[in-house]
């Protein structure tokens, strides 16, 4: 069974930034979407950003947008997450998650609602404070 491992997590100041990174143990990523949830504390899962198993295309929620980048380099097996200007709200456990392609369009908000993935990493946590 395809398994995630998340690594990158720390605690970080506000303003900060960290590169969150996931790769998978005996199986390659190319050929899924992969994507990145996060859950605080006390709060609901919440999915942070995808991208298709190609990396043409990427979706990102709100909250994240303009600070959150997601990339895929194929030929190491990796998926990053790049995060900037990060703010005590970004505090949470970061799960990468994979997913057979829908179809042959990439539809952000079907992944961004939580649909879709299939296999889970055990999450990395992220703590910005001062």
């Known amino acids: 069974q395809l398994q995630l491992v998340e690594s990158g997590g720390a605690l970080v100041q506000p303003g900060g930034s960290l590169r969150l990174s996931c790769t998978a143990s005996?199986?390659?990523?190319?050929?899924?979407?992969i994507g990145w949830f996060r859950q605080a504390p006390g709060k609901e899962r919440e999915g942070v950003s995808f991208?298709?198993?190609?990396?043409?295309?990427?979706v990102y929620a709100d909250s994240v947008k303009g600070r959150f980048t997601i990339s895929r380099d194929n030929a190491k097996n990796m998926v990053y997450l790049q995060m900037n200007s990060l703010k005590p709200e970004d505090t949470a456990v970061y799960y990468c998650?994979?997913?057979?392609?829908?179809?042959?369009?990439?539809?952000?908000?079907?992944?961004?609602?939580?649909?879709?993935?299939?296999?889970w990493g055990k999450g990395t946590l992220v703590t910005v404070s001062s």
């Open positions: 998650a994979a997913g057979e392609p829908r179809g042959p369009y990439f539809i952000g908000s079907y992944y961004l609602r939580g649909h879709g993935m299939a296999y």
């Open positions: 005996r199986f390659t990523l190319d050929y899924y979407v």
């Open positions: 991208i298709s198993s190609r990396g043409g295309s990427t």
